[in-house]
């Protein structure tokens, strides 16, 4: 299905967001690994979610959907650790690699046989530093073909292990403190800087007794988890492409409601206000009642732009908004320089040369060279035709950026942005009209 945008009128009002997806993953799982009904408000929209709630299902965990007061909430009952029911069907994570880490830690802990697949995306993705951690505990891990999906696990009794990786790895790291949950002794991940805590932030909420220092976490085996509710914050990575948008049409003010801002996830709101862009926060505090992670409302209002350097350490907290950023980079004033794409892995280089890629597709000025992407502007962007990608992320930035270019944008496939956040292009067109 095609998509498209056309310059229009401001960004007014407030925006309400789908739930963190990272959250609402840990929330199902954890939620099916405690004693009790947890019941989950504001949970994630889009493809990844509904294939952890199938999975789950699958594994003969009870998911119920009731509505409160207009609020839906989904209710998980688990009956422990260890509960869930062995089945001979392959269990489909789609091309959700939070679904599939998710699952690895957790099924590494029960004595049973399990089969993961997924699609097209998920099957290139090397799931390899998850399945060495899970052997050295005692779990079997075997491939089809290379490091990826499908693979097969057959559970064991574990033991616990200190794992230290050779790079920041979120998925990674909750699958190994899954794992740790259900091994014997004492678990411990170590990363060389820290990557997201939403998993150990998670766990306390359901009240096993993690301890995090610095960029090391470590936790018991066999804590019991506690059913608890959950309210899921905004998603900030969705965030972004909204207060990308209010920061470059002129005369927007846009407020963001309930977003989720755990410091592990904000760079790209630093990274904004230092090219000039109006950003507020205003926190909400401590007494939300299920809330894991720190709340605040987001305002973004339009401004002229700056060209700002974007060091490598700064970037690594914000790769995921990369395309959006160039965007915003292709209407600032000077050469803005994304540093040491080519450390932090091929995936943010391949993601650099994306970017590059859409931003020069639109008449901007981009490239990567010596390792940076370097985005110059302010350049007067028209309108293009993206060919089909199955990254959400530059699919979803090409469509803000038809909100400043002159001329029609149009995304060919935009079947990734109905996976990733299904209401924002019907809120994109309405809001910009």
Known sequence: MELSTRRG????GELGLPGDKAVSHLALVLGALSEGTSGITGIAEGADIEATKACLLRLGVELDRHSVKGHEIIAVTGKGLRSLAATDDWLDCEDSVATLGLLMGVLAGHPMASKLTGGAALRRVPVGVIEKALRRMGAAVSFEDKDCAPLRIQGAALKAATVALRAPDRHAKAAVLLAGLMAEGETAVEEPSPSWDHAERMLLHFGCPVRREGSRATLPGGARLRSTPVRVPGDMHLAAYWAVAAAIVPKSDLSIVEVGTNPCRTAFLGILARMGAEVGLSPWGDNIIGAPEPVADLRVAAAALKAATVPAPELSRAVDELPILAV?????????????VDTLGPETAGLAK?????VRSLGGKASVRGGNLVVTGPAALRGAR???TPDHRVAMAALVAGLAADGETVVEDGRCV?????????????RSL
């Open 328 to 340: 915003a980079a292709s209407q600032a004033r000077g050469a803005t320089r994304f540093q040491g």
């Open 418 to 430: 109905d996976d990733a956040y299904p209401s924002f292009y019907g809120s994109l067109k309405q």
């Open 354 to 358: 994306a970017s590059a890629k859409l």
């Open 9 to 12: 009128g401001p960004l007014l």
């Open 386 to 388: 993206l060919p089909k």
